[in-house]
């Protein structure tokens, strides 16, 4: 009998790349994509064999289902793998809460009914931890800290939820870092967070720019990665009831992060410092923005955050399965030459770009 998982966020970057590992570990697997209306049409041309497409939302409390369906995946699914959210730093209150904090209060409800679940795999981030500064632990939540945006605060608000439900629902929680393109092709879905650097360089002056504060820690994670991590982990029993950090355990600076990626891009270092403080104030206004590439205000403060995350247990769980985050500087190339290769393509604008 086909043993069914639900997947939320498909047909996005994580969840797309998730579900062909899914079905590849498990030749039992059936995976039932709840998809928003709109992308819905998306994503049955971009779904492979053994995936349901179910139209859904899940800002519904019924996850958009009618009753009877809803009923009938509670009594089937036995995983459930919640990536759905907004992952945009200047994403306004409203949007952010409805989606990323009663989208998830209403996933764990579903959890709740589904009388054959096995585990609900809940992806956060890493940056829960808000303007935390410091060494922060896997098992950390909740520490009093400000947030940078509301992405962060909602993000941390969700996994409160999904932390009170733990002892009822058996959960594995992933946070990653930033996410960035494959580590092997360097194949991405947009170009956004650091490829603002990139976006910056290919202007007549950028590469020439170093913004952000030399020694803060700049964590990327390729896609990949993120992907082999969450799947390990769904299959391992003994990440039960733990959050795992999958982020770089030791990640290269601001400064040599926009240093490698000049160094890959327009063959030379940057040369002129500018202070982070400069470059915000600069921001709020749409000619300096276009000078940067776009660059939103918001993605700034993280060139200049000095936190660093423990992995502990992500490490543990991981290294049973054969799993490490390589270095950036393993792949910042095939990083670079997929965005030379598509730096002019409208398609790997962020939405709000278009």
Same mark, same amino acid.
């Given at each position: 009998?086909?043993?069914?998982?639900?997947?939320?966020?498909?047909?996005?970057?994580?969840?797309?790349?998730?579900?062909?590992?899914?079905?590849?570990?498990?030749?039992?697997?059936?995976?039932?994509?709840?998809?928003?209306?709109?992308?819905?049409?998306?994503?049955?041309?971009?779904?492979?064999?053994?995936?349901?497409?179910?139209?859904?939302?899940?800002?519904?409390?019924?996850?958009?289902?009618?009753?009877?369906?809803?009923?009938?995946?509670?009594?089937?699914?036995?995983?459930?793998?919640?990536?759905?959210?907004?992952?945009?730093? !200047?994403?306004? @209150?409203?949007?952010?809460?409805?989606?990323? #904090?009663?989208? +998830?209060? %209403?996933? *764990? /409800?579903?959890?709740?009914?589904?009388?054959?679940?096995?585990?609900?795999?809940?992806?956060?981030?890493?940056?829960?931890?808000?303007?935390?500064?410091?060494?922060?632990?896997?098992?950390?939540?909740?520490?009093?800290?400000?947030?940078?945006?509301?992405?962060?605060?909602?993000?941390?608000?969700?996994?409160?939820?999904?932390?009170?439900?733990?002892?009822?629902?058996?959960?594995?929680?992933?946070?990653?870092?930033?996410?960035?393109?494959?580590?092997?092709?360097?194949?991405?879905?947009?170009?956004?967070?650091?490829?603002?650097?990139?976006?910056?360089?290919?202007?007549?002056?950028?590469?020439?720019?170093?913004?952000?504060?030399?020694?803060?820690?700049?964590?990327?994670?390729?896609?990949?990665?993120?992907?082999? !991590?969450?799947? @390990?982990?769904?299959?391992?029993?003994?990440? #039960?009831?733990? +959050?795992? %950090?999958? *982020? /770089?355990?030791?990640?290269?600076?601001?400064?040599?992060?926009?240093?490698?990626?000049?160094?890959?891009?327009?063959?030379?270092?940057?040369?002129?410092?500018?202070?982070?403080?400069?470059?915000?104030?600069?921001?709020?206004?749409?000619?300096?923005?276009?000078?940067?590439?776009?660059?939103?205000?918001?993605?700034?403060?993280?060139?200049?955050?000095?936190?660093?995350?423990?992995?502990?247990?992500?490490?543990?769980?991981?290294?049973?399965?054969?799993?490490?985050?390589?270095?950036?500087?393993?792949?910042?190339?095939?990083?670079?030459?997929?965005?030379?290769?598509?730096?002019?393509?409208?398609?790997?604008?962020?939405?709000?770009?278009?």
């Amino acid at each position: 009998m086909p043993r069914t998982s639900l997947i939320t966020g498909f047909p996005g970057f994580l969840a797309g790349r998730l579900i062909p590992r899914l079905l590849a570990d498990d030749d039992e697997a059936r995976i039932v994509a709840l998809v928003e209306p709109r992308m819905v049409e998306r994503a049955r041309a971009l779904a492979p064999d053994g995936v349901d497409v179910q139209p859904g939302d899940i800002t519904d409390p019924t996850l958009g289902l009618d009753p009877q369906t809803y009923d009938r995946l509670a009594g089937e699914v036995v995983k459930v793998f919640h990536l759905a959210a907004v992952y945009d730093l !200047a994403v306004g @209150a409203e949007l952010a809460e409805r989606v990323n #904090v009663q989208g +998830t209060q %209403h996933v *764990v /409800d579903f959890c709740r009914r589904a009388a054959n679940l096995e585990r609900h795999h809940y992806i956060s981030t890493a940056y829960v931890a808000g303007r935390r500064s410091g060494l922060v632990l896997e098992a950390d939540l909740a520490a009093g800290q400000a947030f940078k945006n509301f992405y962060e605060s909602t993000k941390f608000a969700a996994e409160i939820l999904v932390r009170a439900s733990m002892e009822e629902i058996p959960t594995t929680v992933y946070r990653p870092a930033i996410v960035v393109g494959d580590s092997q092709t360097g194949e991405t879905q947009k170009f956004d967070g650091p490829y603002y650097l990139l976006r910056s360089m290919s202007g007549p002056t950028g590469a020439l720019l170093q913004v952000g504060r030399g020694d803060a820690p700049f964590n990327v994670v390729p896609v990949d990665f993120v992907v082999s !991590a969450i799947a @390990a982990g769904s299959r391992d029993p003994e990440a #039960v009831g733990h +959050t795992l %950090h999958l *982020v /770089d355990p030791e990640p290269v600076s601001s400064h040599e992060l926009a240093r490698l990626l000049a160094l890959e891009y327009r063959g030379h270092e940057p040369r002129i410092p500018l202070p982070p403080g400069v470059v915000d104030r600069s921001l709020k206004y749409a000619p300096i923005r276009k000078l940067f590439g776009g660059t939103p205000r918001e993605s700034i403060v993280y060139l200049n955050h000095p936190v660093r995350f423990d992995t502990a247990q992500a490490a543990e769980i991981l290294g049973r399965n054969g799993l490490r985050c390589p270095p950036f500087s393993e792949y910042v190339g095939e990083m670079v030459a997929f965005f030379v290769a598509h730096e002019h393509d409208d398609a790997y604008r962020p939405p709000h770009e278009k």
